[in-house]
Protein backbone atom coordinates (compact mmCIF):
# COMPACT_ATOMS: atom_id res chain seq x y z
CA UNK A 1 0.00 0.00 0.00
CA UNK A 2 1.39 3.20 -1.25
CA UNK A 3 -0.17 6.95 -0.22
CA UNK A 4 0.83 9.93 -1.51
CA UNK A 5 -0.25 13.18 -1.38
CA UNK A 6 0.12 15.93 -4.23
CA UNK A 7 -0.11 19.16 -3.54
CA UNK A 8 -2.45 19.11 -1.29
CA UNK A 9 -3.82 21.41 0.94
CA UNK A 10 -6.83 21.24 3.68
CA UNK A 11 -9.12 24.13 4.44
CA UNK A 12 -11.79 24.91 7.46
CA UNK A 13 -15.05 26.61 7.31
CA UNK A 14 -16.10 28.95 4.42
CA UNK A 15 -16.05 32.52 3.20
CA UNK A 16 -14.17 35.09 5.88
CA UNK A 17 -14.08 31.78 8.15
CA UNK A 18 -12.13 30.02 5.79
CA UNK A 19 -8.69 28.65 7.28
CA UNK A 20 -6.08 26.81 5.66
CA UNK A 21 -5.22 23.97 8.30
CA UNK A 22 -2.52 22.05 5.32
CA UNK A 23 -1.25 23.84 2.83
CA UNK A 24 0.87 22.17 -0.61
CA UNK A 25 1.50 19.44 1.60
CA UNK A 26 4.06 16.50 -0.97
CA UNK A 27 4.17 13.44 1.00
CA UNK A 28 4.76 9.54 0.09
CA UNK A 29 4.16 6.63 2.55
CA UNK A 30 4.40 2.92 2.59
CA UNK A 31 5.96 -0.21 4.02
CA UNK A 32 8.97 1.34 4.49
CA UNK A 33 7.81 4.31 6.03
CA UNK A 34 8.83 5.22 9.61
CA UNK A 35 8.02 9.31 9.69
CA UNK A 36 7.75 11.47 12.82
CA UNK A 37 5.29 14.02 12.26
CA UNK A 38 6.47 17.16 14.86
CA UNK A 39 5.99 20.66 15.38
CA UNK A 40 3.48 22.88 17.59
CA UNK A 41 0.24 22.68 18.41
CA UNK A 42 -2.34 23.70 16.12
CA UNK A 43 -0.12 23.64 13.03
CA UNK A 44 -1.88 20.87 10.97
CA UNK A 45 -0.40 17.42 12.14
CA UNK A 46 -3.38 15.84 12.93
CA UNK A 47 -5.07 17.06 9.61
CA UNK A 48 -2.06 15.98 8.08
CA UNK A 49 -2.35 12.68 9.23
CA UNK A 50 -6.38 12.36 8.27
CA UNK A 51 -5.29 12.86 5.06
CA UNK A 52 -2.95 10.45 4.65
CA UNK A 53 -5.20 8.11 6.41
CA UNK A 54 -8.02 8.86 4.04
CA UNK A 55 -10.03 9.27 7.16
CA UNK A 56 -10.80 13.51 5.55
CA UNK A 57 -11.10 14.90 1.74
CA UNK A 58 -8.21 17.30 0.93
CA UNK A 59 -9.53 20.90 -0.14
CA UNK A 60 -7.25 21.28 -3.42
CA UNK A 61 -4.24 18.60 -4.73
CA UNK A 62 -4.69 14.85 -5.10
CA UNK A 63 -4.22 11.42 -3.04
CA UNK A 64 -3.15 8.99 -4.81
CA UNK A 65 -4.09 5.31 -3.31
CA UNK A 66 -1.18 2.84 -4.77
CA UNK A 67 -1.13 4.98 -7.53
CA UNK A 68 -4.86 5.56 -7.73
CA UNK A 69 -6.35 8.85 -7.75
CA UNK A 70 -8.52 8.83 -4.64
CA UNK A 71 -11.72 10.74 -6.19
CA UNK A 72 -11.54 8.31 -9.10
CA UNK A 73 -12.38 5.58 -5.84
CA UNK A 74 -15.46 4.78 -4.51
CA UNK A 75 -16.25 5.36 -0.91
CA UNK A 76 -16.57 1.90 -0.86
CA UNK A 77 -13.16 1.59 -2.25
CA UNK A 78 -11.92 3.39 -0.09
CA UNK A 79 -13.21 2.37 2.86
CA UNK A 80 -12.10 -1.36 1.78
CA UNK A 81 -8.58 -0.52 1.34
CA UNK A 82 -8.40 1.67 4.61
CA UNK A 83 -9.99 -1.59 6.52
CA UNK A 84 -7.55 -3.98 5.08
CA UNK A 85 -4.16 -1.76 4.99
CA UNK A 86 -4.27 0.83 7.81
CA UNK A 87 -4.43 1.01 11.22
CA UNK A 88 -4.95 3.91 13.64
CA UNK A 89 -3.84 4.83 16.86
CA UNK A 90 -5.20 7.73 18.82
CA UNK A 91 -4.28 9.60 22.19
CA UNK A 92 -7.30 8.47 23.61
CA UNK A 93 -7.40 4.74 22.82
CA UNK A 94 -10.76 5.00 22.48
CA UNK A 95 -11.61 1.33 23.55
CA UNK A 96 -15.41 0.45 24.25
CA UNK A 97 -15.13 0.10 28.19
CA UNK A 98 -18.09 -2.28 28.48
CA UNK A 99 -15.77 -4.83 26.28
CA UNK A 100 -12.77 -7.11 27.15
CA UNK A 101 -9.79 -6.40 25.44
CA UNK A 102 -10.59 -9.29 23.41
CA UNK A 103 -13.38 -8.01 22.25
CA UNK A 104 -12.58 -4.58 21.35
CA UNK A 105 -9.96 -6.23 19.26
CA UNK A 106 -11.97 -8.73 17.39
CA UNK A 107 -14.79 -5.89 17.10
CA UNK A 108 -13.09 -4.45 13.72
CA UNK A 109 -12.21 -8.13 12.46
CA UNK A 110 -15.89 -8.75 12.40
CA UNK A 111 -16.59 -6.53 9.40
CA UNK A 112 -13.76 -8.46 7.72
CA UNK A 113 -13.80 -11.89 6.04
CA UNK A 114 -11.99 -14.83 7.05
CA UNK A 115 -12.41 -17.76 9.41
CA UNK A 116 -9.23 -16.92 11.88
CA UNK A 117 -10.82 -14.13 12.79
CA UNK A 118 -10.44 -14.99 16.73
CA UNK A 119 -7.39 -16.30 16.61
CA UNK A 120 -5.90 -13.00 15.11
CA UNK A 121 -7.70 -10.68 18.08
CA UNK A 122 -5.78 -12.71 20.40
CA UNK A 123 -2.26 -13.05 18.42
CA UNK A 124 -2.08 -9.06 18.49
CA UNK A 125 -3.06 -9.34 21.68
CA UNK A 126 -0.11 -11.42 23.05
CA UNK A 127 2.31 -9.59 20.31
CA UNK A 128 1.49 -6.81 22.51
CA UNK A 129 2.31 -8.43 25.54
CA UNK A 130 -1.15 -8.69 26.81
CA UNK A 131 -1.52 -12.32 26.48
CA UNK A 132 -2.77 -12.79 29.74
CA UNK A 133 -5.09 -9.82 29.74
CA UNK A 134 -7.17 -11.28 27.10
CA UNK A 135 -10.57 -11.17 29.31
CA UNK A 136 -10.13 -7.20 31.28
CA UNK A 137 -11.55 -4.69 31.03
CA UNK A 138 -10.26 -1.04 29.80
CA UNK A 139 -11.40 0.12 33.46
CA UNK A 140 -9.15 -2.27 35.04
CA UNK A 141 -5.98 -1.88 33.21
CA UNK A 142 -3.53 1.07 32.80
CA UNK A 143 -3.20 3.77 30.35
CA UNK A 144 -0.29 1.92 29.14
CA UNK A 145 -2.10 -0.93 28.97
CA UNK A 146 -5.34 0.09 27.33
CA UNK A 147 -2.72 1.75 24.08
CA UNK A 148 -1.65 -1.54 23.77
CA UNK A 149 -5.16 -3.08 23.44
CA UNK A 150 -5.74 -0.03 20.75
CA UNK A 151 -2.53 -1.18 18.70
CA UNK A 152 -3.59 -4.97 18.82
CA UNK A 153 -6.67 -3.78 17.68
CA UNK A 154 -4.82 -1.47 14.45
CA UNK A 155 -2.78 -4.25 13.81
CA UNK A 156 -4.57 -7.43 14.05
CA UNK A 157 -5.56 -7.46 10.69
CA UNK A 158 -2.07 -6.85 9.13
CA UNK A 159 -1.91 -3.51 7.92
CA UNK A 160 0.87 -2.24 6.11
CA UNK A 161 0.27 1.26 7.69
CA UNK A 162 -0.02 2.42 11.09
CA UNK A 163 -0.81 5.70 12.06
CA UNK A 164 -0.94 7.18 15.31
CA UNK A 165 -2.02 10.53 16.65
CA UNK A 166 0.20 11.37 19.61
CA UNK A 167 -0.10 7.60 20.68
CA UNK A 168 1.73 8.56 23.86
CA UNK A 169 0.14 11.71 24.82
CA UNK A 170 -1.25 10.41 27.65
CA UNK A 171 0.89 8.57 29.12
CA UNK A 172 3.90 8.68 31.95
CA UNK A 173 7.14 8.67 30.89
CA UNK A 174 7.51 4.80 31.76
CA UNK A 175 4.00 3.26 30.16
CA UNK A 176 4.89 5.92 27.04
CA UNK A 177 8.64 3.77 26.52
CA UNK A 178 6.69 0.21 26.41
CA UNK A 179 4.26 1.86 23.93
CA UNK A 180 7.11 3.69 21.62
CA UNK A 181 9.39 0.07 21.94
CA UNK A 182 5.48 -2.19 20.77
CA UNK A 183 5.45 0.25 17.47
CA UNK A 184 9.61 0.71 16.81
CA UNK A 185 8.66 -3.38 16.49
CA UNK A 186 6.09 -2.98 14.09
CA UNK A 187 8.35 -1.54 11.83
CA UNK A 188 11.31 -3.61 12.49
CA UNK A 189 9.81 -6.99 12.77
CA UNK A 190 6.28 -7.08 10.55
CA UNK A 191 7.17 -4.77 8.54
CA UNK A 192 4.91 -2.37 9.12
CA UNK A 193 4.73 1.79 7.49
CA UNK A 194 4.76 3.99 10.91
CA UNK A 195 3.01 7.50 10.59
CA UNK A 196 3.53 9.00 14.29
CA UNK A 197 2.57 12.20 15.02
CA UNK A 198 4.28 13.09 18.28
CA UNK A 199 4.80 16.25 20.72
CA UNK A 200 7.67 13.72 22.53
CA UNK A 201 11.24 14.02 21.40
CA UNK A 202 11.78 10.47 22.18
CA UNK A 203 9.60 9.28 19.42
CA UNK A 204 11.04 12.15 16.44
CA UNK A 205 14.75 10.72 17.76
CA UNK A 206 13.89 6.94 16.64
CA UNK A 207 12.04 7.83 13.47
CA UNK A 208 13.78 7.33 10.25
CA UNK A 209 12.34 10.55 8.87
CA UNK A 210 11.08 13.84 10.51
CA UNK A 211 8.65 15.94 9.04
CA UNK A 212 7.99 19.19 10.88
CA UNK A 213 4.74 21.41 10.32
CA UNK A 214 4.79 24.82 11.14
CA UNK A 215 1.83 27.11 10.10
CA UNK A 216 0.24 24.23 8.25
CA UNK A 217 3.28 24.32 6.09
CA UNK A 218 5.78 20.87 6.13
CA UNK A 219 9.45 21.87 6.17
N1 LIG B 1 -12.81 20.34 12.02
C1 LIG B 1 -12.18 21.54 12.12
N2 LIG B 1 -12.85 22.70 11.91
C2 LIG B 1 -12.23 23.88 11.97
N3 LIG B 1 -10.93 24.04 12.24
C3 LIG B 1 -10.20 22.93 12.46
C4 LIG B 1 -10.79 21.63 12.41
N4 LIG B 1 -9.81 20.72 12.66
C5 LIG B 1 -8.69 21.42 12.86
N5 LIG B 1 -8.91 22.76 12.74
C6 LIG B 1 -7.91 23.82 12.86
O1 LIG B 1 -6.84 23.53 11.95
C7 LIG B 1 -5.60 23.79 12.55
C8 LIG B 1 -4.75 22.54 12.53
O2 LIG B 1 -5.36 21.58 13.36
P1 LIG B 1 -4.70 20.16 13.66
O3 LIG B 1 -4.35 19.51 12.38
O4 LIG B 1 -5.60 19.45 14.57
O5 LIG B 1 -3.34 20.61 14.40
P2 LIG B 1 -2.36 19.76 15.34
O6 LIG B 1 -2.73 18.33 15.24
O7 LIG B 1 -0.99 20.07 14.81
O8 LIG B 1 -2.53 20.30 16.72
C9 LIG B 1 -5.87 24.31 13.96
O9 LIG B 1 -5.83 25.72 13.93
C10 LIG B 1 -7.26 23.81 14.24
O10 LIG B 1 -7.93 24.70 15.12
MG1 LIG C 1 -3.38 17.03 16.68
Redesign the pocket.
Known sequence: MRIELRAVSKA??RGEGR?W??RDANLTVDRSTHLAVV????????????LLGCLDLPTEGEVLLNGTPRTSLTDRQVSLLRRTWMGFVFQQYYLNEAMTAFQNVLLPLELGRGADRRTKAVAALQWVGLGHKLHALPGQMSGGEQQRVAIARAIAHGPALVFA?EPTGNLDTESGNVVLGVLQALHDERRTGLVL?THDDRVAARAARVVR?RD?RLE
Request: aromatic share 10%.
Open positions: YGFALGPSGSGKSTLLHDVVG
